[in-house]
């Protein structure tokens, strides 16, 4: 399995998320300058709710700045242990940990990206292939780590 093409597959649609969210926040505050009302209080109420929304997408732009930081420190290595840009196979299926942006297919295989921080990623932390974690009763058997 070639993990920097998985890698570079996650950059890319963090840059691309990011890139969304700074032109969302561009359009609505846009839209927040256009907004004009003689009605004081309806104007104030409908300004107010578009700000939320601009502060709402400058969060969810902070997050996606955190995981490209993240992800900027993994590394392609080979692991032993399961870790931070680890590709990790269980009897479930092929987990890649960096940061979340959906399921990637490298080499005809359907491969989920998963964060750190996710129970599963907690729950196999330090592992090594051949070992076993319960996560919410379910198994998961590491069966090769790379």
Known sequence: MDKSKILETVKKRIAEKMLKFEELIASTRASSNDTKSSMGDKYETGREMLQQE???LQ?????AAAQQTAVQKITAE???KVQSG???KTDKGLFYISA???EVVSDNRKIMTVSPESPLVKAMAGLGKGQTCFVN???HHIE???
């Open 137 to 139: 009763t379910v198994s």
């Open 78 to 80: 080979s692991s032993a």
């Open 144 to 146: 090769e780590i790379w």
């Open 54 to 56: 601009i502060n709402n």
């Open 100 to 102: 979340s942006v959906g």
């Open 86 to 88: 680890a590709l990790v």
């Open 59 to 63: 969060r969810q732009l902070n997050e």
